[in-house]
């Protein structure tokens, strides 16, 4: 049996997320703590309060990496048998995926995912920039839609074959929806305003760059199955500059499951918020095992693992 873990991203925030082990553990109190003086804020009572606030881009993003990865703490020292062959994340949980392989140390990813989340709300201005998801056909035909609209829009994220969201200028990305609309074909305006991994994020890509020298990477103890290629990678430097990448460029969730599957894994288990990804990857592939670790019970479910 293979286990791999996976991380979620963006999207996946709510008020109150990981408080249950806050309360609970001390070792996941320290990572909230961490997070707190490494920021200079409190990070903590953002997350607990919810609010406008968390939803900020700049905010949401070291939110759901401190959660995760609270989590993920927990996790390892209840169960330091359960070993994944690989592991993953999403967009933004691709940086819990490497502080799970020990490429990053936490505050660095804190400040990282900060800036990040900064280049990628100015790249474009507020209102100017959209997303949406379009469900029930083929990755395809939502990149021949897109084809049809005038204006910059891409698919952006390949999260299953029956959901694929695009994301770039306002109009075009309304466009794409009307246009949708009048083929019976679902497709759903998302509540963001930044065009993540887009072409229009090649500028934020280029100012991360500067920021990702600053950081030291290590070579990952646990292959990490990144976006940008949807293959695993261990060294530093080709980690690095596929996070680089990875601001402007697709998301392959869909390719990164499959990859996974067929180097032996058969169970995935989703640390952090909510079950974006286990709903996902049962899409992907019916015939595997997923589940999700948020709240304290959910750690009964790795008994059976």
Request: net charge neutral; hydrophobic share 40%.
């Amino acid at each position: 049996m293979g286990i791999a873990f996976i991380f979620p991203g963006q999207g996946s925030q709510y008020a109150g997320m990981g408080r249950a082990f806050y309360e609970k553990f001390t070792l996941a109190r320290e990572v909230f703590q961490r997070a707190n003086e490494t920021l200079g804020f409190d990070l903590t009572k953002l997350i607990f309060e919810g609010g406008g606030e968390l939803n900020k881009t700049v905010n949401t993003q070291p939110a759901i990496l401190t959660v995760s990865f609270a989590i993920y703490t927990v996790l390892k020292e209840l169960y330091p048998e359960l070993k994944p062959m690989l592991v993953a994340g999403h967009s933004l949980g691709e940086y819990t995926a490497l502080l799970s392989a020990g490429v990053l140390e936490f505050e660095d990813a804190l400040k990282l995912v900060r800036y990040r989340a900064q280049y990628m709300q100015s790249a474009v201005p507020e209102g100017e920039g959209g997303m949406a998801a379009v469900i029930g056909i083929s990755p395809e035909e939502v990149a021949k839609l897109c084809q049809e609209v005038e204006g910059v829009v891409e698919p952006v994220n390949f999260n299953s074959p029956i959901q694929t969201v695009v994301a770039g200028q306002a109009k075009a990305v309304k466009d794409l929806v009307r246009l949708a609309k009048s083929r019976k074909i679902k497709a759903i305006p998302l509540k963001v305003s930044v065009p993540s991994h887009s072409s229009l994020m090649r500028v934020a890509g280029e100012k991360f760059k500067e920021k990702l020298k600053e950081v030291s990477f290590k070579d990952a103890q646990t292959p990490v199955v990144q976006n940008y290629t949807a293959q695993a990678h261990t060294k530093a430097q080709e980690i690095k500059e596929n996070l680089y990448l990875q601001l402007f460029n697709p998301v392959r969730w869909v390719e990164s499951v499959e990859f996974m599957h067929s180097q032996g894994v058969d169970t995935f288990i989703e640390i952090g918020p909510k079950n974006v990804l286990t709903k996902l990857v049962t899409q992907i592939l019916p015939s595997v095992k997923a589940f999700n670790v948020e709240r304290v019970e959910d750690l009964e479910k790795l008994k059976e693992v």
